[in-house]
């Protein structure tokens, strides 16, 4: 069974300022992608960022960027240069092909607020 | 840009009641998609649907769940009799035909409805 823990129930940062936020995740299969989702309090679901486990190179996206450290089955995303638009839910979430399942497993989120 | 529309975007009904959810996913993708997120906690996939049948459910989809793609634009999904603890926010999303072997189907995310169970 695949697994994603987001230990970080809410994160501060200053406007301007990086911040990273933690995912790790738990499969036992070679193939998988890793997906980041910003969910502003309006409720919708954005898509952000995305690392494919066989990708040599860790994805980044503008202001995103995945730490991506396969060893130790983590995938932290890195805001830089955090906006105030940038408070929002932030959720990890992985997809397992080789299992024939295309659904998405989800974390349990992180909460960033950044202050001005 | 395309985008996943969903109505109704607040639905509030009685415990034992019907409800009804609807999506229109982007046009040219081929997987659809049913989450839900219960108030403050993480999203949960309910149901996978392509070429006009489940493709997957998890164990959330009982028999009290049922989808349908009525018309080939319209994605429904049907709750047949509601209970408090189906108060959530549900998705739907859609995705094209996945590419490679890392599993990047990017799944695009309607609005949301939020379903209020009294």
């Known amino acids: 069974a695949q697994k994603i823990t987001q230990t970080q129930p809410g994160m501060f940062v200053q406007e301007k300022e990086a911040v990273t936020l933690d995912c790790t995740y738990d499969?036992?299969?070679?193939?998988?992608?890793l997906f980041w989702y910003k969910q502003p309090s309006s409720g919708e679901m954005i898509f952000l960022i995305y690392?494919?486990?066989?990708?040599?190179q860790n994805a980044t996206e503008g202001r995103y960027s995945l730490n991506f450290q396969k060893a130790r089955k983590s995938a932290n995303l890195v805001i830089s240069a955090s906006q105030l638009g940038d408070s929002a839910m932030y959720f990890c979430?992985?997809?397992?092909?080789?299992?024939?399942?295309?659904?998405?497993?989800f974390g349990s989120g992180t909460r960033l607020q950044v202050q001005p | 840009e395309p985008e996943v529309t969903q109505t109704p975007s607040h639905q509030v009904t009685q415990m034992g009641q019907e409800v009804i959810l609807r999506c229109v996913p982007i046009s040219n993708h081929l997987y659809f998609y049913w989450y839900r997120q219960i108030l403050g906690q993480k999203v949960e996939f309910l149901v996978s649907?392509?070429?006009?049948?489940?493709?997957?459910k998890s164990e959330i989809f009982d028999d009290q769940f049922s989808v349908e793609r009525p018309d080939g634009s319209n994605f429904t999904l049907k709750i047949r009799s509601t209970k408090l603890e189906d108060s959530a926010m549900y998705f739907c999303a859609s995705s094209e035909a996945g590419r490679g072997t890392s599993g990047n189907n990017e799944q695009f995310f309607g609005p949301g409805t939020r379903l209020t169970v009294l």
């Open positions: 979430a992985m997809r397992v092909p080789s299992t024939g399942r295309r659904a998405l497993t």
């Open positions: 499969t036992s299969d070679p193939s998988y992608g």
């Open positions: 690392q494919g486990s066989y990708d040599q």
């Open positions: 649907f392509y070429n006009n049948e489940i493709s997957e």
